[in-house]
Every structure is written in structure tokens, then in C-alpha cells.
């Protein structure tokens, strides 16, 4: 990060806040560092002194929309009750998550695809985030007996990979864009929280 996002945080944000609004409109390719400069009614100069090139200020937004989600399933699944409740919580509001925040429009869509299949570092420090997460509620489960696991990291990875499908941009555009009420994803929840409930590791 720049010295001057560093010491203006504020201004940075404005920054990314103008970008993404010109992404989602237009799409990352089509909009420019000089069209960004523009309605912030500053030059590209100082749009540069936060941020180096078109691409960082691309994952700079990347990391903040990430970061959202990330917000959203901790809260979700801190609200009480069981591990397994917890869970199922935490599984369900990530791929909603993926649905808003991710295919609201096509051209985020396009932005976040891209960077998984550049697999940016911002996508792999979420992804471990979220597999912390997770790993969390899933000690917890341990603790309170209701996961009998004998490897809860390794239990903790296996439900993370079980859920790829709900929650990378792609798949969910591809398979679960239009569906209602979740069904799937729930059903998925509970057949992986009814796995560790027996000790499946």
C-alpha cells in the first residue's frame, strides 16, 4: 500500500468508492484511471499516488469486497446456539453473499471471475479467512461435544472444499443463479453438519 493511502484513508476510499461504482456501470476494461480521476475531479496524478497502476486500485476494490462477505459470515455465524446451527448459518450466508455482492451485476462478476482465475493474492488470503472461520466453529463443535472429530483441521478443509461450488463466482452463476430459497446450499449444510455430528475424521 502507498504512503498516501496510508496516511489518507479516507481519500482512498473515495477513490475505490468512485471505481467500483464505474465498474459495475461500465465494466473494468472499458473504464480508465483518467475517467475515474475525472468524476472525483482530481487528476490521474493523484489517483496514482494511492495507487500504482489500474490493477492494484482492481484488487484494492477485490479485497474490499471480499472483506464484506467476510464481515457478513462471521456475524452470521456468531449469533448463537449450536456449532452445527452456526455452521449451516455461516454456509448459507456465504454463498448469499456470493449472489449479492458477486453476480448483482455482470461486470463484478467479471472483475471477481477474473481474479480467481488469476488467482490473486487477495483471493487466496480470503480464501484462508474464511477456512479459519470455519475451523473456528468447527473447534468450538469439538469442545462442546458435538463434533467428535479426530481431526478437526483437516474436517474443517474438507467442509471448505465441499462448499466450492456455492461459493466461487463461476459455479454459482453457472448452477445456482436463479435458485429460490436456497435449497441446495441448506441441504448441503445439513448433510455436512450431520457428517461431523457422527465423527466421519
Known amino acids: 500500500m502507498r504512503a498516501a493511502a496510508i496516511s489518507q484513508p479516507e481519500s ?7 471505481a467500483e461504482k464505474m ?6 476494461l ?20 494511492f495507487f500504482d497502476s489500474k490493477a492494484s486500485l482492481r484488487e484494492a476494490l477485490a479485497d474490499r469486497l471480499t472483506r464484506q462477505v467476510e464481515a457478513h459470515c462471521e ?12 455452521l449451516e448459518a455461516l454456509i448459507t450466508e456465504y454463498h448469499r453473499m456470493t449472489l449479492d455482492r458477486y453476480l448483482s451485476a455482470e461486470n463484478v462478476h467479471e472483475m471477481l471471475d477474473a481474479a480467481m482465475r488469476e ?11 474464511m477456512r479459519l472461520l ?3 466453529v468447527m473447534e468450538d463443535g469439538v469442545k462442546s461435544g458435538e463434533f467428535p472429530l479426530r481431526d478437526s483441521a483437516a474436517a474443517a478443509e474438507m467442509v471448505f472444499f465441499s462448499i466450492v461450488a456455492f ?8 448452477l445456482f443463479k436463479n435458485e429460490e430459497n436456497f435449497k441446495h446450499v441448506r441441504d448441503m449444510g445439513r448433510f455436512l453438519t450431520a457428517a461431523l455430528r457422527a465423527g466421519s475424521i
Open 167 to 174: 461459493i466461487d463466482p463461476a459455479c454459482v452463476a453457472r
Open 30 to 49: 472499458k473504464v480508465t484511471v483518467k475517467d475515474i480521476a475525472v468524476v472525483l475531479d482530481m487528476s490521474p496524478a493523484n489517483v496514482y499516488r
Open 119 to 129: 488467482n490473486w493474492r487477495v483471493i487466496d488470503g480470503h480464501t484462508e479467512r
Open 75 to 86: 456475524k452470521a455465524c456468531a449469533e448463537g446456539g449450536t456449532a452445527s446451527a452456526r
Open 12 to 18: 482512498r476510499e473515495r477513490i475505490l468508492d468512485a
Open 134 to 136: 470455519i475451523g473456528r
Open 23 to 28: 465498474f459495475r456501470k461500465h465494466g473494468y
